[in-house]
């Protein structure tokens, strides 16, 4: 039997060990290192691999060893960081955005997002493992994007491989390019730290400059409700990249006005559809906001938010699913999606809201998952 739990009492400490456990023991992580975007309930079945979730993976399970310093969490990143390696294609250059161990796909695409989220998990995992292989990866990675998805105006979402040719755009935030694409940009940050070229840091901010001129029209432009709360998890990647600059007077008039905006949207839209990442995200903005000394802490509406997140982690008697977070709700009724990018921000969100109230909480937006 499954269910989700519904508790409020917040443990973190068992949600953390709950939710690392789900990785390790869930099967979502495939037998190659590779993992799956989710996992379908009721079909009992992963989706196929993506690149962009294995290496949202990696960071996570580097955050769960940071944590408590057991070392099944360092080999399971590894297997997944050797996996985004052998993903990356030499003959054009490119991290696709699926793998399959037989190569057969039904697209192949490259995604700017998706690269980015990868850099960031590689340089994390070279710094954990010193492997030069990883952070090699990454290079190829943060040049790819610099190269390829750089445009004249803003930046490409999608290429079509092999020929890199834009995929047209659409309405859908995926396949657009907006303030969103901020928090892949952080990948270029990253690699400026880690190898010194500071072109890298010139892309970042001109991305950031882009994004702060765009993003307060970002939610209006969709009219549907429930759509509209699927773009409250790409506004908060575009918050959570803030946090980088938060010194800026600008950067952080935009998170104030951000975190604002989230946190009323959120509370209109949840009874009808509610993800369990906005939650999370929203919360680990506001906790790193406020430890900055860029936003000043809401406590009552943090609370609030880690009760909603730690609400969406599944019982039940099987491996596969408990420990595990539920994607959202739509009236009430969970989705038939266990979700490792939303087991991941919940983890960490509720571990982040546990050292703000041990009074050990340090902002470092490197770890970021």
């Not at 010193?130 to 979402?157: K, T, W």
């Amino acid at each position: 039997m499954t269910s989700i739990s519904g508790n409020t009492q917040l443990c973190p400490s068992a949600f953390l060990q709950r939710a690392g456990q789900w990785f390790l023991r869930s099967g979502i992580q495939e037998p190659e290192g590779g993992v799956a975007r989710y996992h379908f309930i009721a079909e009992r079945r992963n989706a196929r691999v993506s690149t962009e979730i294995t290496g949202y993976t990696v960071s996570a399970l580097l955050e769960l060893h940071q944590r408590t310093a057991d070392d099944a969490y360092l080999d399971a990143a590894v297997r997944a960081g050797d996996l985004l390696c052998q993903a990356w294609n030499p003959a054009c250059q490119a991290m696709p955005f699926e793998w399959s161990p037989t190569g057969q796909l039904p697209e192949h695409h490259s995604y700017f997002f998706d690269n980015g989220i990868i850099v960031r998990a590689l340089v994390r995992l070279w710094r954990a493992t010193s492997n030069q292989r990883y952070l090699d990866i990454a290079v190829l990675c943060g040049e790819s994007m610099s190269r390829d998805f750089v445009a004249a105006e803003d930046i490409h979402p999608i290429l079509v491989l092999p020929e890199k040719q834009p995929l047209p755009r659409d309405p859908r935030w995926s396949r657009s390019s907006d303030c969103y694409q901020l928090k892949s940009a952080l990948g270029w940050l990253d690699l400026a730290a880690a190898t010194g070229n500071q072109l890298f840091e010139a892309d970042f901010e001109t991305a950031l400059d882009c994004a702060l001129v765009t993003h307060s029209s970002f939610l209006e432009n969709e009219p549907d409700r429930q759509r509209r709360m699927d773009r409250l998890h790409a506004y908060s990647y575009f918050l959570e990249a803030l946090l980088s600059r938060s010194e800026r007077s600008a950067v952080r008039q935009a998170l104030a006005e951000g975190i604002e905006r989230t946190a009323a949207t959120l509370r209109d839209i949840r009874r009808e559809f509610e993800r369990s990442d906005v939650n999370a995200q929203l919360l680990r903005v506001r906790l790193w906001a406020d430890a900055l000394r860029a936003v000043p802490l809401n406590a009552a509406q943090a609370a609030e938010e880690a009760a909603w997140a730690a609400a969406h982690q599944m019982n039940s008697a099987e491996p596969r699913l408990d420990g595990g977070f539920n994607f959202g709700r739509r009236h009430g009724a969970p989705s038939d999606y266990s979700n490792p990018v939303s087991t991941a921000f919940c983890l960490q969100a509720l571990a982040l809201w546990d050292d703000r109230l041990r009074g050990t909480l340090t902002p470092d937006w490197q770890r970021l998952i």
